[in-house]
């Protein structure tokens, strides 16, 4: 399989995950404070929306392509 279509079947792969799941959320570590022995960090969890629209093949007919 040649890299054109391996990227093709992630890129449908992760079309139907968003469809199915609708987002995803990770977590991202922002900021690091060390003083002596002690040592802080903030840990923020983002979550990012998959509009449904937006991930659906489009509608146009194909006789106007």
Known sequence: MDM???VGVL???AGVLGLAYG???YTKQTHEVKLGPIEMSVRGK?????????????SWPASRC
């Open 4 to 6: 054109t279509k391996l």
């Open 11 to 13: 890129l449908i792969v």
């Open 23 to 25: 987002n995803f959320s």
């Open 46 to 58: 983002q979550t990012v929306n998959v509009p449904a629209g937006r991930a659906q093949a489009p």
